[in-house]
């Protein structure tokens, strides 16, 4: 039960915080922290780091894809190990939240914006950059884990 509540969880503060920013961007970014940290609007036709742009439906395929892949490896290893199946959720919620964006609106809305890291992202991102670094960390360093 525990993975379904983390990807839910990831898809709905994904949603809400794109709903709420999408609001109070629309005037312009906001700055959090001088010279580092804005919050900006950008409409993302493309994947990681705006590549293959206009590629939509290949994008909600794939991302179909990929769910049910994900869906299926966090129902194998929901009994065999607890932090590999947090980690898949954390990929799953974040492909689920970029997918509604892509069937929604034809893009992803991307907020996040740092001065040292060009590319803006979003929530959804970070949950699948973080469970993806997370997962092969533990496929490293953990001998126990087998897929």
């Known amino acids: 039960m ?3 509540l983390i990807a839910a969880a990831v898809v709905a503060f994904d ?3 794109k709903n ?3 609001k109070a ?3 312009g970014p906001i700055t959090v922290v001088k010279n580092f940290f804005n919050l900006v609007y ?3 036709y493309g994947i990681a780091f705006g590549m293959f742009k206009n590629k939509v439906m290949f994008f909600i395929v794939t991302n179909c ?3 049910v892949v994900m869906a299926f490896m966090i129902y194998k290893f929901r009994f065999k190990s607890i932090p590999v199946t947090v980690c898949l959720s954390l990929i799953l919620g974040g492909a689920i939240g970029n997918l509604i964006d892509r069937i929604r609106l034809g893009y992803v809305i991307d907020y996040l914006s740092f001065t040292i890291f060009p590319p803006v992202f979003n929530l959804a ?3 699948i950059v973080v469970g993806a670094i997370l997962l092969s960390l533990l496929l ?3 001998k126990d884990i087998s897929i």
């Open 125 to 127: 991102d970070s949950a």
């Open 140 to 142: 490293v360093f953990n």
């Open 25 to 27: 961007l629309a005037s």
């Open 65 to 67: 894809i990929i769910s």
């Open 20 to 22: 709420i920013l999408t």
């Open 15 to 17: 949603q809400i915080i």
């Open 2 to 4: 525990y993975p379904v």
């Open 42 to 44: 950008v409409e993302n």
